[in-house]
């Protein structure tokens, strides 16, 4: 188990999780922005597991991804084949809680990020979606800082995992997942529809500058649009 500390902008936001084995991976708040608690691993979490405040953003499962998708009037999972994350791994090195990290790179969905991961703990996963290295992800953060993770706590004990509870509300979610592609129709929907009222709230005659419509979201663009263009 894996805590991570979540960045905006720079600035702390919350801790996030990974539950990980060689098999599967769930990648998790508990509380999130708005708990406060000072946290010093996932094992002082679970004494107090509330599943109202539990909610897993990605899950690798059965050689699939599942992706949670928040709107104002539903919560619901979508599901991809588990996307190829191309890394290029370099010499350079540096110590990270004590354990030898490497740094690696890559272009994944829009935005460029850099890895710090170590081999001496054996996982191909890491946070959120950035899986696909030979080692786990000790920090991590795109070009631009708005999406950092930095490790702050491992527990490595293979009995520490997500309640029961926990693990039969998201299989129950994910046997509802809706296509991956059809969930981002629906998410851009939503964006363009929130752009609109925006600029109709301005006086007539306002011009915009034009911004790509997912330029804030952590996935920018996809694979599939680069295979749709002429």
């Known amino acids: 188990m894996a805590e991570y500390e979540f960045f905006h902008y720079d600035e702390k936001q919350y801790s996030e999780y990974l539950a990980f084995n060689q098999e599967e991976s769930y990648f998790f708040i508990h509380g999130g922005a708005f708990d406060k608690t000072d946290r010093t691993d996932y094992s002082t979490v679970s004494k107090n597991f509330n599943i109202k405040k539990f909610s897993a953003s990605v899950v690798n499962k059965n050689n699939k991804t599942y992706s949670r998708f928040s709107f104002p009037a539903k919560v619901f999972y979508a599901m991809e084949d588990i996307p190829e994350v191309k890394w290029q791994i370099t010499d350079e090195r540096k110590e990270i809680l004590g ?44 070009s631009n800082n708005a999406y950092k993770y930095v490790i702050k706590s491992l527990n490595l004990n293979t009995d520490l995992w997500i309640p029961e509870n926990a693990v039969a509300y998201v299989d129950n979610e994910m046997a509802k997942a809706i296509p991956f592609k059809d969930a981002v129709t629906l998410e851009n929907d939503k964006l363009q529809n929130n752009l609109n009222k925006i600029m109709a709230s301005f006086p007539a005659g306002t011009s915009f500058k034009a911004s790509p419509l997912r330029s804030e979201m952590k996935e920018v663009s996809f694979e599939w649009e680069a295979t749709q263009k002429p």
């Not at 935005?111 to 991590?140: C, Q």
Request: glycine content about 10%.
């Open 99 to 142: 354990y030898n990290a490497r740094k690696a790179v890559t272009e994944f969905r829009g935005r460029r990020y850099t890895a710090w991961f170590t081999m001496e703990i054996m996982s191909h996963y890491g946070p959120w979606k950035l899986n696909g290295l030979p080692g786990l992800i000790l920090e991590v953060s795109d």
